[in-house]
């Protein structure tokens, strides 16, 4: 199964994407983060992608379908993946279409998942995560110190550079004026395409991309 998680930032893709990754046993593929890894690893693309990062803008396409065209195509992905973050403009999502034609994947699933825009500035100015493992963190829900409640490391908990204020609205600007234009390009090319109300509890909305999820996989 090939599910891709749609929507703006701070909606809930990566926490979504990381249950259900458990939960349908395959990959969780997030951009992001592997461009994050990149930058703290100080490669030749985390040295080129961090102040394009920082500053809200988007990674050129031809250097994001390149590094989604090899993961995808690894063996992890066998199975199917869940992408997160990816594709971000209507040119990564043609070069997506053309990976699946290449390599004959299943039609994808987009989950489409929205919010008002006061609630994805209150959710990402509050967003935390662990350098360590990954685990992702809501300063207005989670309980925490400076130790991870997951991995139990002390001092891991940080605030992205780009989950500042200044950064979330040209993150949201972008995301009208290249990111949007992708839900027409799946509404009329080959996907299932569901639109999911991304208010409210994490475990509901699991339930509900769960739900989706299996009617497709019935029908
Ligand atoms: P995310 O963790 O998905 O919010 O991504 C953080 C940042 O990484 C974005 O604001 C972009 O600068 C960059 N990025 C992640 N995925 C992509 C993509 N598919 N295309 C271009 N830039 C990306």
Redesign the pocket.
Known sequence: MNLILFGP?GVG??TQAKILSQKFNIPHI????M??EAVEKKTSLGLK?KE??DS??????EV?VEIIKDTLCSEKCKNGFIL??????VE?AKALSKIFNEFGLEKPIVIDLNLDEQEIIRRITNRRSCKNCGSLFNLLYDKFDDVCPICGSRGTIYQRN?DTQEVIAK?LEIYKASTLPVKNFYKENNAYFISIDGFGEIAEITQKIIEAVERVNRS
């Open positions: 930032p893709k990566g997030s951009t992001g983060d461009l994050r992608a394009i990062m809200g803008r988007l990674v050129p396409d994001m997160d973050g990816f594709p971000r403009t990564q780009d993150r």
